[in-house]
């Protein structure tokens, strides 16, 4: 999807993350998008317009009254001229003032003037952000129609805030809000999509578990795109730092049993499986009711094989399409092909985790994406939505096409 010579009004308010909405401007306009930025006067304290001006290619607009002399309504120019108004960074200010008509700067009254869709890309510190109030806002803004782009757990502004839910969304995922907002792909409207995300945990003792290193965001970023796309989605995950995508239903599991039948109960009427959930493929065969004493200089676990869950969910009468990842650190290509026989996936995408900028945890993913009819295509590193993106590109058509599960030969 591309936004080329779609207007996109970038309205900045003033919160730290103000300095995020130049690499917004920016990945806009790589985008082919014509960009107009209008900013509050907090947020010129903490990025300056002309850095904006240089990016947008235009002036910034900032008061409602600096240019009243020679044009009474420039605010409600940028109103009207817009395919999109986003709000990047959307302190809790802000919020409020939409959610109550207030209309006293530039950026208020142009939310109130405009008829384009509104995206809200909320950051604030956690505790703001977990404020009844502002959750309020937020509930209401999104009941009127608005997008929220909710903000991501993750390193805060100071280092003595830590980490914690507040921080601006990844670009990519805002991005993928503008896009749907603006080009309005409904692709997936009456379709269920199943999606699993995260890495399984197998219990030890009370205290101790088997796990790897997956956060999820993948499988997220695909819950994200499909719903963004009018799917019904259901994401099973395992244990994340998340925030629960608002529309999506959410099942939190831990092991991989409980992976399995939460999936199964869930996939007889799916139409389409994209499991990227990283699950174990050996959990212990015994879990101590005790915590493991240390006693000896070494200690032996015995494991034994979990059960494969696309193994266990393939069922050759199902219409579901499937799509399976496949974490290859050598051979990548033919033993992902092997993945997609074997498992009976209509799609497989191959990532390689030592690659750099394809690291478990990391915001963008380089992949390549092996489809059931033998065709291969390696794409550039990107954001992981945008990896969502293509993969529901690609994906989406077969949902709607005569099934036919023939393997290239
Ligand atoms: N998978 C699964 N059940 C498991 C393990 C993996 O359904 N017990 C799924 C994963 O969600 C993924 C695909 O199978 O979609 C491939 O996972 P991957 O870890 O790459 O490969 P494995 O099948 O586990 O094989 P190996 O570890 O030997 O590469």
Redesign the pocket.
């Known amino acids: 999807m591309t936004l080329f010579e779609k207007k996109i009004a970038v309205g900045v308010s003033g919160g730290i993350a103000a300095y995020k909405a130049c690499e917004l401007v920016r990945e806009l306009k790589r985008n082919g998008a014509l960009v107009r930025v209008c900013m509050t006067e907090s947020a010129t304290r903490f990025v300056g317009p002309l850095t904006l001006a240089t990016l947008s290619e235009n002036s910034v607009s900032m008061s409602l009254f600096a240019d009243a002399e020679v044009d009474g309504t420039v605010h409600l120019d940028l109103a009207r001229w817009c395919d999109a108004l986003v709000v990047c960074p959307a302190t809790a200010n802000i919020l409020a003032k939409s959610r109550n008509g207030l209309a006293d700067d530039f950026l208020s009254t142009a939310l109130l003037a405009t008829e384009a869709p509104i995206v809200f890309c909320p950051a604030m510190n956690s505790a703001m952000w977990a404020k009844p109030v502002v959750q309020d806002h937020v509930r209401v803004l999104r009941e009127r129609g608005a997008k929220l782009v909710d903000p991501e757990w993750g390193e805060l502004a100071t280092t003595s805030e830590g980490k914690g839910i507040g921080r601006l969304a990844e670009t990519g995922r805002i991005m993928q809000a503008i896009k749907q907002a603006v080009l309005g792909n409904k692709q997936l409207a009456g379709k269920k999509v199943l999606v699993?995300a995260g890495p399984?945990r197998e219990a030890l003792d009370p205290v101790r578990f088997i796990t790897n290193y997956s956060t999820g965001k993948m499988g997220f970023a695909l819950a994200e795109a499909a719903k963004l796309r009018g799917a019904s989605v259901t994401l099973v995950c395992g244990p994340n730092q998340i925030n629960s995508i608002e529309g999506v239903n959410q099942i939190d599991v831990e092991s991989?049993e409980q992976?399995?039948s939460a999936l199964k109960s869930e996939y007889s009427d799916s139409d389409l499986l994209l499991?990227?959930?990283?699950?174990?493929?050996y959990l212990p065969k015994r879990k101590s009711p005790q915590k493991l004493k240390k006693a000896s200089t070494s200690l032996a676990i015995e494991l034994r094989k979990?059960?494969?869950?696309?193994?266990?969910?393939s069922d050759p009468n199902a219409t579901c399409v499937r799509?399976?990842?496949?974490?290859?650190t050598e051979n990548e290509i033919a033993?992902?092909q092997v993945?997609l026989a074997?498992?009976d996936?209509d799609m497989?995408?191959l990532n390689n985790p030592l690659q750099s900028g394809a690291a478990f945890g990391g915001d963008t993913n380089i992949v390549t994406l092996i489809e059931r009819k033998g065709a291969i295509e390696t794409l550039p590193k990107m954001s992981k939505a945008e990896v969502a993106d293509k993969i529901l590109d690609k994906i989406s058509p077969l949902l709607y096409a005569d099934s036919s599960k023939t393997v290239a030969v």
């Not at 979990?306 to 969910?313: E, G, S």
């Open positions: 699993s399984t991989v992976m399995l499991m990227a959930a990283a699950v174990s493929d979990a059960p494969d869950i696309l193994t266990a969910l799509v399976g990842f496949a974490l290859e033993n992902a993945k074997e498992k996936l497989v995408v």
